[in-house]
């Protein structure tokens, strides 16, 4: 019998990558996104008979309900992997020259959309043998990212609710793990400058020219070899290991630098 995995964010990116991927495996794929157009494509090229589709809003727990109950009608009433990857990063810059609402707007995809899918899914999993959620989480969920605070401080949040909830949730065999990627050529990388004279530190040109941008099928083999190797923190590529191990061993390392990347590019 086919595996099923439920991924957001399935338009693009990582999302997009993962539904391909697992698909290859023989996977049952349902695709949600915000973007209907993005998942028609997607559905298109794994083929009507291995995915579905439906348009959801994270933050909207009425467009939740509608996605659980198609998802649930294809799959027969089970999932085995709730890959947890909606997220934004519309606008990099000094936190005060971003407008609050939109401050609010990251927070609620990136974490509240995230506490939405675990409520509403979590049925549906407890139904289901060995089932898993994958948060997506980053690299930046473990070092700061000056000039993309609210985004980090949301996968800090990610990375604190995976770690209680793989607690809680064991109580029904179901494990709770997350993804941690470094730079990764995905819709990320367009967000907005907003901060005035900001010397395009995270942008893609500036970026290629001091770090490695990861595809997103990298990614997508990462949460392939999670769902079977089942460890907690998940990080890809040399440069986010290394950045990982040294906040851990020797953060004040990692806080000069920051400090400096941040003296230098945000004037």
């Known amino acids: 019998m086919s595996k099923s995995i439920f991924i957001t964010g399935a338009a693009s990116g990582i999302g997009k990558a993962t539904a391909l991927f697992f698909a290859r495996q023989g996977w049952k794929v349902g695709l949600f996104d915000i973007n209907e157009d993005g998942l028609k494509e997607v559905a298109k090229e794994i083929g009507?008979?291995?995915?579905?589709?439906?348009?959801?809003?994270?933050?909207?727990?009425?467009?939740?309900?509608?996605?659980?109950?198609?998802?649930?009608?294809?799959?027969?009433?089970?999932?085995?992997?709730?890959?947890?990857?909606?997220?934004?990063?519309?606008?990099?810059?000094?936190?005060?020259?971003?407008?609050?609402?939109?401050?609010?707007?990251?927070?609620?995809?990136?974490?509240?959309?995230?506490?939405?899918?675990?409520?509403?899914?979590?049925?549906?999993?407890?139904?289901?043998?060995?089932?898993?959620?994958?948060?997506?989480?980053?690299?930046?969920?473990?070092?700061?990212?000056?000039?993309?605070?609210?985004?980090?401080?949301?996968?800090?949040a990610i990375r604190g609710l995976t770690e209680s909830l793989n607690i809680e949730f064991s109580n029904y065999g179901i494990k709770v793990s997350e993804v941690n990627p470094w730079f990764t050529e995905t819709p990320i990388l367009d967000a907005e400058q907003v901060t005035n004279n900001m010397d395009g530190v995270l942008t893609r040109a500036t970026i290629r020219k001091i770090s490695t941008i990861h595809s997103p099928e990298k990614v997508a083999k990462k949460v392939f070899s999670i769902y079977h190797r089942r460890a907690i923190h998940n990080v890809i590529g040399f440069m986010g290991n290394i950045s990982v191990f040294v906040m851990r061993y020797c953060p004040a390392i990692i806080r000069r630098m920051s400090r400096k990347m941040y003296s230098d590019y945000f004037s």
């Open 48 to 156: 009507h008979n291995s995915s579905m589709y439906k348009k959801l809003d994270v933050t909207n727990l009425d467009d939740w309900t509608n996605a659980i109950n198609a998802f649930s009608e294809y799959t027969s009433g089970t999932c085995d992997l709730f890959f947890n990857n909606a997220g934004i990063a519309a606008h990099t810059g000094r936190i005060e020259d971003i407008p609050i609402n939109e401050a609010h707007n990251v927070v609620n995809i990136n974490l509240n959309g995230v506490i939405n899918g675990i409520y509403s899914i979590l049925p549906l999993l407890k139904k289901t043998k060995k089932s898993m959620i994958i948060n997506t989480g980053s690299v930046g969920s473990f070092i700061p990212v000056p000039g993309a605070a609210i985004y980090s401080a949301t996968k800090f």
